[in-house]
């Protein structure tokens, strides 16, 4: 058994999601002096199932941080030293669909968490923020943390406009705040709908597999330890007020993705169905994350095909974990988005 001793508290907002349970994962198994306040809305994408061996060391809240009455009772409550914000609405097709509850939740939410924050002397804020708040590369060059924000679809404007929001009450308040952007994660207990672990299910169900445009949007791909460790990173070691980009240095095209999971499961790419291209589809990410390797040394473990490697196997071997969702309230989304185009 585990002991503990507790000198940090940290508030991770979003905590049942994929990135946000990693992370919990991690701080769990490697920081023995910090406990865990998780605070989810436990939408469609967030699975307490993820957070199942680790129940015991987090006190959990189901708390939506657009409440801020509720949130608030959460920082009177509990003496907070962190707060990590992962609680978002993150799906850019969804955002297009309906853009009204990314504003909600990743804006007046991020506001809500900041104020708090701010009232109740939180040691240093977090916001975990994207790469796509930077808008679209051509074909060469990379995303600095200088390079101007330029969000292309409701999903990116909600994350940038909390970003500047952190950033203001930085420079307004002087408040510890800190802003990391990643690039494309993928990993275990990633939501179905997503690329990856979307193509890998998929795939061991013989279902086709949706193609946007042409397959020649390229993404930097991080696998989401590589992240977690990133972010823990930045913690440490960030400067107050700075902006670090956390990259996996794996650019690869989608129709490349597709194919090699196709590959490594014995599967015809018959099962690629190309699909009209998603509105406002940004060509290329890539990111420059030299200053996090320089102010804090990370560097990222995992290139691509090791990635994909370990992810494959993830599913296969937990086919429980994503069966449980299909057969739930997102088989009706599933249905519509990927069986019926």
Known sequence: MRVFNYMKTY?????????????????????????????????????PENLADYSANCKFYKVDIADKTALSKIFIENKIDCVVNFAAESHVDR?????????????????NLLELSLKHNVGKFLQVSTDEVYGSLGASGKF???????PRSPYSASKASADMLA?????????????????????PYQFPEKLIPLVIINALNNKYIPLYGDGKNVRDWIHVSDHVKGICSVLEK?????????????????????????????????????????QGHDRRYAMDFSRINAE??????????????????????????????????????YKKMYENR
């Open 11 to 47: 508030l991770v907002t979003g905590g049942f999601g994929f990135i946000g349970s990693n992370f919990i994962r991690y701080v769990l198994d490697n920081k023995k002096d910090v406990y865990i306040i998780n605070v989810d809305k436990v939408t469609y994408a967030a699975n």
């Open 296 to 333: 804090t040394g990370f560097l990222p473990e995992y290139n691509i095909e090791k990635g994909i490697d370990s992810t494959i196997s993830w599913y296969i071997k937990n086919e429980s974990w994503w069966q449980e969702i299909l057969s739930g309230d997102y088989k009706e989304y």
């Open 144 to 150: 600095s943390e200088d390079t101007p924000l330029s």
């Open 95 to 111: 955002s297009i669909a309906d853009p009204g509850i990314f504003i909600k939740t990743n804006v007046e939410g991020t506001l």
């Open 167 to 187: 950033m203001a009450f930085f420079h307004t308040y002087n408040m510890p705040v800190l802003i990391s952007r990643c690039s494309n994660n993928y990993g």
């Open 238 to 278: 960030g400067k107050l007020g700075e902006v670090y980009n956390i990259g996996g240095n794996s650019e690869a095209e989608n129709i490349d993705i597709i194919i090699y999971i196709l590959n490594k499961l014995n599967k015809p790419h018959s099962l690629i169905k190309y699909v009209k291209d998603r």
